[in-house]
C-alpha cells in the first residue's frame, strides 16, 4: 500500500515516509536510520541515531530524531491521575483537579482537591482549593470554584458509587451523587495573592460548572429544587443574590467565556445537569467526529440572550466572532450542511462560508476570529480544513487516512488537532509555511508538508518504542505556547488513571535528553531481542517448520467466504450462514468441532453458536490455552477487519497447528455475539467454569487487518505481560510483524477471560489501535484489508502458542515471609510433567533480579531478604523452557 503524505500517524515511533529519499541514491547515515526504523529494525536505527548524537552535527539532528523517538517539546507530569485542567487568561498559572472523585480524566465524585500552580513552577502547589469545577477570572488573579462540604449524606453517596460493581450499577449512583453535591456546594472566589476566599450568595439553587466573568461576576447553571427540568445561566457577585441571565425552557449550561469575560457561549444539551437515574436514555453510538451534541446553544453578551439553531459552537478569543454548523436533514439523505459564522453584535446577520452534502464538525476560530478551522468528511474520513471569515481561501490541512478531528487554533498560524478515533488520539501541531522556520529536510514525515500551506509535528509520546499513549484532552494557554494534555502515558488503558501533562512549545528538549532516550531505547529493545532468540531457542526449529506453512491465498479464502455473507450479526442470516461455514472449515482441518448453542439477545431464529475446535494436549491435556476471534460483524456491514480479519487468522492458526499437538491443550474458538455485548464469549466462560476447565492462558485477536500505510504493524493487547513479551518475541523470531503494545482488553472478548481466569491474557488488535476509518461501518470491506499482515498475525498467534503451550505455566500460591531473621518462599508445585526446578530471584522493587537461585522444590530461602523484597518464581522444565511469566509477591 503505497503511503500518503500524511500516513505516519505516530503513536510508538514515527516511520520513514515510503516517498522520503530516493532509496538507489546513497542515503545518508540519518535516513538509513529512518529506513531501518520504516522496517521495524530498531536496533539498527537507534544505533545510528545514537552515533550522529555523539558527533559534531548532533544539533542538527536533534529535530528529526527526537521526533522519530518520541517528543521534540519538554513536557512535565503534574499529576499521574487527574482531571480538568486549565491555564488563567494571562498564561501565569495552571490548575487541574486530583482526588478520590477523579476517574479515568473526569471529575465526579465529593472529594475532588484543586491544585493551582505557577506555569513556571508547575510541579509545585501555589495553593490547593477543597472543590473543583474551577474556572480563573479574566484579571489573573482570582479563581472560582464549588466547594463542597461533606455531609453523611454525601459520604454515604460517594460510598455507593466507589462499591459500583460496573457501568450499569456506577451511572445512577453517580447522577444521584452528582445532585446532593450541585445542591451542597457553594460557589467560592479564592485570591491567589492573599489567600482570602468569598463565598457567593446562591440561595437554594442547584448548580454546576461556574465560570467566572469579568468584575467579579461568575456565571453558573442553575436550577431550582422544584424545577429541574429548566436550568437557566445565573450571575452570582459577591453581597448580592443570584440573577437569572437567561429564560424559557431546557438546560443552558457555561461552555466558553472569552478572555476578557464578557461573551458567554452556552449549550443546550439534550440531558441537563440534575437529571434523575430514570431520566437518562439509553446510551448512543459511537462517534468518530467529536463536536458537541444538540441542535441549538446560546450567545450571552451585552446582558442579552440569544438562542441559534445550530450546532458545535464555538467563541473566538476576543469574543468578537461565533461559528457553528447548521444541518438540514442527514446528508446520506441529500441533506445540506452549513458552516455559519457571525458577529457576536451581529448574529442575524450571519455568513454561510460553507455549504455542501460532506459532513461537517468541531469549527474552531482564530484568537482573532479571521479564520475558521473545521472538520469535514470529504470522503470515509474526517480532514481538517481552513477557510477565512468571509467565506474564501478554503485550504485543505490534513491528508491522513485516520480521522483528522478537533481543530483549536494555538495563535493565528499554528493549529492543533487530533488524529484517530476517541479511544486513542494522537496530537499534531499544524504551522503555516509562512510560520514554520525549521522546517526539516530528513525522511522523518512528522515533520512533512501536509498540504501546500501547512507542516506537521508530532506532539505528544512516551519516548518508548514499543508503547502507546493514547490522550484524551488537550488546552491550549492563550498565547499559544503552552499545552496541558490528559494521556495514558504508561498505555494503561485498564486502570482508571490518566496523567495530566504540561508540554512547553516554546522549549526543545536538550541534547543530553535526546541521547538518554535514545540510550534507553536501544537497550530496552537489545534485552526484547536478545529473550526473544533465548526463550524460543528450545522450539526454534519446529515453530520455524509450522509457520513456514501460512498461506495468504488460503486466507483469502477464508476471508471472502465470510464476506460473502454480508453482515454477521446475530440478528442477521449470515450470522449462522457462517458458523456453520466455520464448523466445516476447523473439520476439513482435521478437528472434531462443536457448536455451543445459547439463546443471543435478538438473534434470528432465537439462538446463536460459538464455533469451538480442540487441539488435545500430549503431556498435560488437563491445561489449557485459548484462542478466539469473534466473526459476528455490526448490523450495517460485513465487518471485513472488525473481525473476519480476525477470524481468517485464527482458522490459519488452526490449520498450521493441525498436525503438530502441544504438550498443552490448545482450544479455537470463535465467538458470536460480541457487538452485542460480549456474548459468546461470556457463555464460553461461563460453560469452562461450570465444567472445571482449567484454562491458563488466552489470547484474542480483533481487527487486524487493517493497515494505515505500506507497514505491517499490530498491536499487542493484554493484562499479562509475560505474553506480552512472548508475542513481542514471536513476531520479532517469526514473522514481518512489527508490534507495539497497550494494556488494553475493557471492552473486548479478552475482557471475559480475565473476569473469570485473572491476568492471563494477550491478543493482537489493529495498529494505530482502532485507526480503522471504517470500524463499525458499512465501509468495512475487504479492499480495505491487507491480507499479506493477516498472514503475520496468524504466523504470530501460532509461534505464541507453540511457546505458551510447551512452557510452564505461571506459579500458583506464592508466599514470602520473614520468621526469626530468614526470609523463605513457597508455592504449589507447577502441574505440568517434566518439571525439573524453578527459578527464584528476589531484590528491591527497582532490582528484583538482585539475587537469583535455582531450586528443585517448590520453596526457597532468601537470603538478605527483608519486609518489602520482592520475589519472582519461574518453573524450569526438562527442555529448558521457562514458565512465560513470573510469579510475584513481595515479602511479608
Not at 484517530?420 to 501541531?429: A, I, V
Not at 540510550?519 to 537489545?526: G, K, S
Request: charged residues 20%.
Amino acid at each position: 500500500m503505497m503511503r500518503l503524505a500524511l500516513a505516519a500517524a505516530c503513536l510508538a515511533g514515527c516511520r520513514a515516509a515510503a516517498s522520503g529519499p530516493d532509496p538507489s541514491a546513497a542515503p545518508s547515515a540519518l535516513e538509513r536510520a529512518d529506513f531501518a526504523w520504516d522496517r521495524g529494525d530498531y536496533v539498527a536505527a537507534l544505533t545510528i541515531y545514537q552515533e550522529l548524537l555523539a558527533g559534531r552535527d548532533a544539533a542538527q539532528v536533534l529535530e528529526p530524531i527526537a521526533l522519530q523517538t518520541g517528543e521534540l517539546f519538554r513536557t512535565t507530569e503534574l499529576v499521574a491521575d487527574g482531571a480538568n485542567p486549565l491555564f488563567s487568561p494571562d498564561g501565569r498559572y495552571l490548575a487541574f483537579e486530583a482526588g478520590p472523585g477523579v476517574v479515568a480524566g473526569a471529575a465526579s465524585g465529593a472529594h475532588r482537591l484543586t491544585h493551582v500552580r505557577a506555569a513556571d513552577a508547575p510541579t509545585v502547589d501555589r495553593t490547593t482549593l477543597p472543590g473543583g469545577d474551577a474556572s480563573f477570572c479574566p484579571d489573573g488573579r482570582h479563581i472560582a470554584y464549588l466547594r463542597v462540604a461533606m455531609t453523611p449524606e454525601i459520604s454515604r453517596a460517594q460510598a455507593l458509587v466507589d462499591g459500583a460493581a460496573g457501568t450499569a450499577q456506577r451511572t445512577p449512583r453517580l447522577l444521584a451523587l452528582n445532585r446532593l453535591i450541585a445542591r451542597a456546594a457553594r460557589i467560592v472566589v479564592h485570591d491567589l495573592a492573599s489567600g482570602a476566599d468569598v463565598q457567593l450568595d446562591t440561595r437554594d439553587l442547584l448548580k454546576t460548572a461556574p465560570v467566572c466573568a469579568a468584575d467579579g461576576v461568575v456565571m453558573f447553571a442553575g436550577a431550582a429544587e422544584a424545577n429541574l427540568a429548566d436550568a437557566q445561566i445565573y450571575a452570582a457577585k459577591p453581597g448580592a443574590p443570584p440573577e437569572a441571565l437567561t429564560q424559557g425552557a431546557g438546560f443552558k449550561v457555561p461552555a466558553a467565556l472569552d478572555a476578557n469575560g464578557r461573551t458567554l457561549l452556552f449549550l443546550l444539551p439534550r440531558q441537563g445537569p440534575f437529571r434523575v437515574p430514570s431520566d437518562s436514555p439509553p446510551g448512543g453510538g459511537r462517534g468518530s467526529g467529536g463536536g458537541t451534541t444538540g441542535a441549538s446553544f446560546g450567545v450571552l453578551a451585552g446582558g442579552r440572550s440569544t438562542i441559534i439553531n445550530g450546532a458545535a459552537p464555538a467563541l473566538s478569543r476576543d469574543g468578537r466572532t461565533v461559528a457553528w454548523i447548521e444541518r438540514a436533514g442527514s446528508p446520506a439523505a441529500g441533506g445540506e450542511e452549513r458552516l455559519v459564522a457571525a458577529s457576536v453584535d451581529a448574529l442575524a446577520a450571519a455568513t454561510v462560508l460553507r455549504k455542501g452534502s460532506e459532513r461537517l464538525d468541531a469549527p474552531a476560530l482564530s484568537p482573532d476570529g479571521a479564520r475558521v478551522a473545521f472538520q469535514m468528511m470529504a470522503d470515509a474520513d474526517w480532514e481538517i480544513f481552513v477557510i477565512d471569515r468571509g467565506g474564501e481561501h478554503e485550504t485543505r490541512v490534513t491528508r491522513e487516512i485516520q480521522h483528522d478531528v478537533l481543530p483549536q487554533f494555538l495563535t493565528r498560524d499554528r493549529l492543533l488537532a487530533t488524529v484517530g478515533e476517541p479511544r486513542h488520539r494522537r496530537s499534531y501541531l499544524y504551522e503555516s509555511a509562512v510560520a514554520s522556520a525549521n522546517p526539516s529536510t530528513s525522511a522523518n514525515p512528522s515533520t512533512s508538508a501536509v498540504a501546500s500551506a501547512f507542516r506537521r509535528k508530532r506532539l505528544f509520546h512516551n519516548n518508548t518504542v514499543r508503547t502507546i499513549a493514547p490522550e484524551y484532552a488537550w488546552v491550549a494557554s492563550a498565547d499559544g505556547s503552552h499545552l496541558l494534555i490528559v494521556a495514558e502515558r504508561d498505555g494503561d488503558t485498564v486502570s482508571p488513571a490518566r496523567g495530566i501533562y504540561l508540554m512547553d512549545l516554546s522549549t526543545r528538549i536538550t541534547l543530553d535528553d535526546l541521547r538518554a532516550r535514545v540510550a534507553a531505547d536501544l537497550h530496552a529493545e537489545q534485552a526484547l531481542r536478545e529473550n526473544s532468540r533465548r526463550i524460543f531457542a528450545p522450539i526454534a526449529d519446529d515453530v520455524r517448520a509450522v509457520t513456514g506453512e501460512a498461506s495468504i491465498g488460503r486466507i483469502y479464502a477464508y476471508e471472502k467466504a465470510l464476506f460473502d455473507f454480508d453482515s454477521k450479526h446475530i440478528t442477521r442470516p449470515g450470522n449462522r450462514l457462517a458458523s456453520q461455514y466455520l464448523f466445516d472449515r476447523y473439520a476439513a482441518f482435521g478437528y472434531a468441532p462443536e457448536y455451543q448453542w445459547f439463546a443471543g439477545r435478538g438473534a434470528l431464529g432465537g439462538e446463536t453458536a460459538n464455533v469451538i475446535a480442540t487441539l488435545k494436549g500430549t503431556t498435560n491435556p488437563e491445561l489449557v490455552y485459548v484462542v478466539s476471534s469473534h466473526y459476528d460483524s455490526v448490523a450495517a456491514g460485513p465487518g471485513a477487519d472488525d473481525d473476519t480479519s480476525g477470524t481468517a487468522a485464527l482458522l490459519e492458526t488452526a490449520r498450521m497447528l493441525a498436525g503438530h499437538p502441544l504438550p498443552a491443550t490448545v482450544v479455537f474458538a470463535s465467538f458470536t455475539g460480541e457487538e452485542a455485548g460480549l456474548l459468546g464469549s461470556r457463555e464460553f466462560v461461563r460453560r469452562a467454569v461450570e465444567s472445571g476447565t482449567r484454562i491458563v492462558g488466552a489470547l484474542n485477536n480483533d481487527m487486524i487487518g487493517w493497515a494505515n500505510d505500506h507497514r505491517l504493524d499490530d498491536t499487542i493487547r493484554y493484562s499479562n505481560p509475560g505474553i506480552r513479551d512472548v508475542q513481542h518475541g514471536a513476531a520479532i523470531e517469526f514473522t514481518n510483524l512489527i508490534t507495539y503494545d497497550a494494556l488494553y482488553y475493557k471492552g473486548t472478548d479478552a475482557a471475559a477471560y480475565y473476569e473469570a481466569f485473572g491476568d492471563i491474557v494477550g491478543g493482537i488488535g489493529s495498529y494505530p489501535v482502532l485507526g480503522n476509518p471504517h470500524y463499525h461501518q458499512p465501509g468495512d470491506v475487504l479492499e480495505g484489508i491487507n491480507h499479506q499482515l493477516i498472514a503475520e498475525v496468524a504466523k504470530t498467534t501460532a509461534a505464541t502458542l507453540m511457546l505458551l503451550a510447551s512452557s510452564p505455566s505461571r506459579v500458583t500460591g506464592l508466599q514470602a515471609t520473614v520468621a526469626r531473621a530468614n526470609a523463605s518462599a513457597s508455592w504449589t508445585a507447577n502441574p505440568e510433567r517434566g518439571i525439573t526446578g524453578y527459578l527464584v530471584t528476589w531484590g528491591p522493587r527497582d532490582n528484583p533480579s538482585l539475587h537469583t537461585d535455582h531450586v528443585t522444590q517448590p520453596r526457597a530461602t532468601l537470603a538478605g531478604a527483608g519486609t518489602g523484597t520482592e520475589v519472582r518464581v519461574k518453573a524450569v522444565n526438562a527442555k529448558g523452557l521457562e514458565g512465560w511469566d513470573w510469579a510475584r509477591t513481595v515479602v511479608r
